[in-house]
């Protein structure tokens, strides 16, 4: 099981330098977890991109039910007073301490590559590398 930040997602589905390894990371375990909000915060991504016509509104929506099929199984929502509380103890915004409560529930460190929520809460999280590793 990986508890997986949007960013995971968005490297998985989205061609980038960091694909390979969010391709890996599926490939060594499928069972993805996250916050029933990561999809959202993909939507989002994925909005922004069209918009600023960095990804066809075709291929959004592809990646948007690829994202679906990998992740809704394993969605998990978080209680907004816990998050809420999360987000004062680490200094974070209540969206990324959503992503930390869950992984907190599930006894799993965090997968993301967000150097600053790393940071915060180093304990719950973990990069894509030293998941992979």
Request: hydrophobic content about 50%; charged content about 20%; proline content about 2%.
């Given at each position: 099981?990986?508890?997986?930040?949007?960013?995971?997602?968005?490297?998985?589905?989205?061609?980038?330098?960091?694909?390979?390894?969010?391709?890996?990371?599926?490939?060594?375990?499928?069972?993805?977890?996250?916050?029933?909000?990561?999809?959202?915060?993909?939507?989002?991504?994925?909005?922004?991109?069209?918009?600023?016509?960095?990804?066809?509104?075709?291929?959004?929506?592809?990646?948007?039910?690829?994202?679906?099929?990998?992740?809704?199984?394993?969605?998990?929502?978080?209680?907004?007073?816990?998050?809420?509380?999360?987000?004062?103890?680490?200094?974070?915004?209540?969206?990324?301490?959503?992503?930390?409560?869950?992984?907190?529930?599930?006894?799993?460190?965090?997968?993301?590559?967000?150097?600053?929520?790393?940071r915060a809460a180093p304990?719950?999280?973990?990069?894509?590398?030293?998941?992979?590793?």
């Open positions: 099981m990986q508890v997986v930040d949007t960013n995971i997602i968005a490297y998985l589905l989205l061609q980038g330098d960091r694909t390979t390894a969010a391709r890996a990371l599926l490939a060594r375990d499928p069972d993805w977890r996250s916050d029933s909000f990561v999809l959202v915060e993909f939507c989002n991504v994925l909005a922004t991109m069209v918009r600023t016509r960095l990804l066809a509104s075709g291929r959004a929506r592809d990646a948007l039910s690829n994202a679906e099929q990998i992740i809704e199984p394993g969605l998990h929502p978080a209680a907004h007073g816990t998050s809420l509380a999360t987000a004062e103890e680490f200094g974070v915004s209540v969206y990324d301490a959503r992503f930390l409560v869950v992984a907190q529930v599930l006894g799993a460190r965090l997968v993301t590559e967000d150097t600053k929520l790393r304990a719950l999280t973990q990069s894509l590398e030293e998941a992979l590793a």
